[in-house]
């Protein structure tokens, strides 16, 4: 039995709820979801809309501080400077502009995913960038080296505003960023939004027109989903409160003016082994975890190939579990 048909529901005795996105109330299927990245092992009911086929969680905790402690991995302290033993990584030159002017680009030996959102979304190094729920900024932080000098960030989970060196500046209060932007980035904080309506009128208000919306995102259905069900790593509950389809994505951004531009998908070998982990109960943070200690963990070399091999696949199948979205707000 695959993960796929565990902890689901559905028919006449089914909760009939209601899509938040596309306003469809009907029996959706449900799932049973534990949180498993610090081993809560609490339970939360997830359904699929039978319409736009997001899957999203039934009821939102009304406090979710508990699921983001001090630990949680985009909210660690950072310097304003690179990391020790990363100097060659976030040397300048990595940046993939070339000296001809900024919008020429050379491959990108470093970062190379990175350098391929921001040549999409046409910009240069004089282009203002917003990252929205940025953690600490360590992104920014590493375009600011490569040669970035407009950077803003906005984190809401962090307990005071963050400053490097007067250049970067990362805001904890949504009313202290200010103005708009040529591009406004979101890598993987979107699906952490309770409501993606008001999210996505927001992002437009901060987004020039004709300007650059990327979004990074889990996407559903994907392999991993097919594979493991209820146990997919990037369910993440309850912290992810909405797994698109590209359907229910480009639903929300239409109505708030934003048109397709660009795609890509970009899952790794962790929706698989991570999922793996989950299925046989070790959390992500568990001593044992693949992603604590690699040395540790219950895989072997040729295990973690296999998994990698998948994604590729999958990525290129469009079946991936997570994918790069590029929008572009409609001139007026």
């Not at 209601?18 to 049973?32: E, P, V």
């Not at 990595?94 to 020429?104: D, R």
């Not at 999409?120 to 360590?138: K, Y």
């Not at 708030?256 to 109960?281: I, L, M, N, R």
Request: glycine share 6%; proline share 5%.
């Amino acid at each position: 039995m695959t993960g796929k048909s565990q902890d689901k529901t559905r028919g006449e005795d089914s909760p009939a709820f209601s899509c938040r996105l596309c306003d469809t109330t009907d029996n959706h299927s449900t799932h049973i979801v534990r949180e498993m990245m610090f081993g809560l092992e609490e339970s939360f009911t997830y359904f699929e809309c039978d319409s736009c086929q997001c899957l999203q969680i039934a009821d939102i905790p009304d406090d979710m501080s508990s699921y983001y402690p001090d630990n949680y991995y985009s909210l660690a302290a950072r310097d304003s400077g690179p990391p020790s033993g990363w100097k060659k990584m976030w040397d300048r030159s990595s940046a993939v502009f070339s000296l001809k002017g900024p919008n020429h680009w050379l491959p990108a030996v470093k970062h190379r995913e990175i350098y391929e959102w921001l040549k999409n979304a046409e910009v240069n190094f004089d282009s203002s960038i917003l990252d929205v729920g940025c953690g600490s900024g360590a992104l920014l932080l590493r375009l600011r080296n490569d040669g970035f000098t407009h950077l803003t960030g906005y984190e809401p989970h962090i307990p005071e505003p963050l400053s490097y060196d007067g250049n970067v500046k990362v805001h904890n209060q949504v009313d202290q960023v200010e103005g708009s932007f040529d591009l406004v980035m979101l890598h993987h904080s979107l699906e952490h939004m309770p409501d993606q309506h008001s999210a996505f009128k927001r992002l437009a208000g901060w987004v020039k027109p004709g300007g650059k919306l990327l979004l990074r995102i889990p996407v559903y259905p994907n392999a991993a989903w097919d594979e493991y069900g209820v146990h997919w790593f990037q369910l993440d509950a309850p912290r992810h409160f909405y797994l698109h389809s590209e359907e229910s994505l480009r639903l929300v951004a239409a109505k708030a003016g934003f048109e397709d531009f660009w795609v890509h998908y970009d899952s790794k070998g962790s929706q698989f082994w991570a999922s793996e982990q989950y299925k046989q109960g070790i959390t992500h943070r568990a001593p044992t975890s693949h992603a604590e200690s690699p040395k540790d963990s219950i895989f072997s070399v040729e295990q973690l190939r296999e998994y990698d091999r998948k994604s590729q696949e999958a990525n290129r199948a469009n079946h991936g579990d997570a994918a790069c979205f590029l929008f572009q707000k409609k001139a007026l």
